[in-house]
């Protein structure tokens, strides 16, 4: 499927601003923290869910991009687990990085 016009000005745009920020000094910093992001939850979230402690879920929420704009992220996890209780959330992190069809998985959770 063929891009529009306007899409194509969208991704031009966007482009623009990549290239400006990759030659920002925070740049390498920022990009070691998606690698730290992306190996986190495609590797070790799987290995360890079994034994999560609450300390270990608050890592998880500190991880995830969404919560960026949470000053007080540990209010945040407390919060997630005290209306849904850390088992349960462990059972649907398992189902989440075990699953073949993420978008359903992404869903229920």
């Known amino acids: 499927m063929p891009l529009t016009n306007g899409q ?3 991704i031009g745009k966007y482009a623009l601003h990549f290239k400006r ?3 920002q000094e925070a ?3 920022a990009m070691h923290e998606r690698k730290e992001r992306l190996t986190f939850f495609q590797q070790e979230l799987k290995k360890r869910v079994d034994e999560f402690s609450e300390a270990e879920f608050d890592t998880v929420i500190n991880f995830l991009w969404a919560s960026r704009m949470w000053l007080n992220k540990i209010y945040l996890a407390q919060k997630i687990r005290n209306v ?3 088992e349960k959330l462990k059972e649907q992190l398992k189902n989440l990085v075990s699953t073949s069809d993420p978008e359903q998985a ?3 959770f």
């Open 27 to 29: 740049f390498p910093k």
């Open 8 to 10: 194509k000005e969208a």
């Open 106 to 108: 992404y869903s229920r």
């Open 84 to 86: 849904n209780g850390l």
């Open 21 to 23: 920020d990759m030659n």
